[in-house]
């Protein structure tokens, strides 16, 4: 996989929304590629940018109030953002695929998931409705939901969550694409679902050789399936490495505040830490790090300098003046 060129690159991507209350700077300055056959973990809290990241990608932010004001995706070598609305239908579910965060809103009441099911196959592929109806039994089979043959005459409601969950999945394989993004694809789960879920992704991947971006809150998701992972905070990326990497030497107090408070079983009861503050507002960010007024760690500097996004160590990346400054370690 080392030797393969990126799938997917994304760089310098800005995505803004102009509103009356100024400009949102939902998306600012993201770069990050992937490989075929490799998982991306996006992490961060609500509101840090993954979502409108992956919308931005699938050229699915709503305009007006929304626009990618700067940057490049490139697919395959072709820039998404200089293509039209009727070249991106080609690509939506066809080459990149998305399962969406929630099934029960993402899936339409009125119509049964068979109907459903072959629409999305129908606009990509040039196959009979026969066809496609046997290529959607194929696919709820594969992401195991039992007796296909019946379960697809359903509709949504019919299904509990984590079988939505599994119909969203087979939905956004049904044309095997090259790229999956799955946003927060077990919110809501139970912890068994949720082990389901993610094994299902596994499975399918090394089946189909995709690239998989995985956008979630959960560092315990990002443990199980994610080859590297990207940090985001107020729309920025803050820390970008490999998984292992990451959870054995992050830097970014923002990280390790998110592993800080991740339970632990341990003999003794350990106080989970916070990090205290809230996120700030986009369209109103602070001068110097976005980050420095919930920081343990700020220094006067940092409350007037943005920090650049620094490669610390090799193919680790950190965007804070710790490592500017002083090259100064954070101790979790």
Known sequence: MESESPLLEVKNLHTHFFTKAGVVKAVDGVNFDIKPGETLGIVGESGSGKSITAMSILGLVPSPPGKIVDGEILFKGENLVHKSEKQMRKIRGK??????????????????VEKQMIETILAHESISKNQARNRALELLNLVGIPDPKNRLKNYPHEFSGGMRQRVMIAMALSCNPSVLI??????????????????LFKKMQQEMDMAVIMITHDLGVVTEVCDRVMVMYAGKP????????????????????LMNSIPKITPEKIKLEAIEGFPPNLSDLPKGCSFAPRCKHAMDSCLTIDPNFKEVEDDHFVRCLLYEETEKAVTP
Do not use: C, R
């Open 95 to 112: 080459e990149i695929s998305m399962v969406f965060q929630d099934p029960m809103t993402s899936l339409n009441p009125v119509f049964t």
């Open 182 to 199: 799955a946003d927060e694809p077990t919110t809501a789960l139970d912890v068994t679902i949720q082990a389901q879920i993610l094994e």
């Open 238 to 257: 803050v820390e970008y490495t490999e998984t292992k990497k990451l959870f054995d030497h992050g830097k970014h107090p923002y990280t390790l505040g």
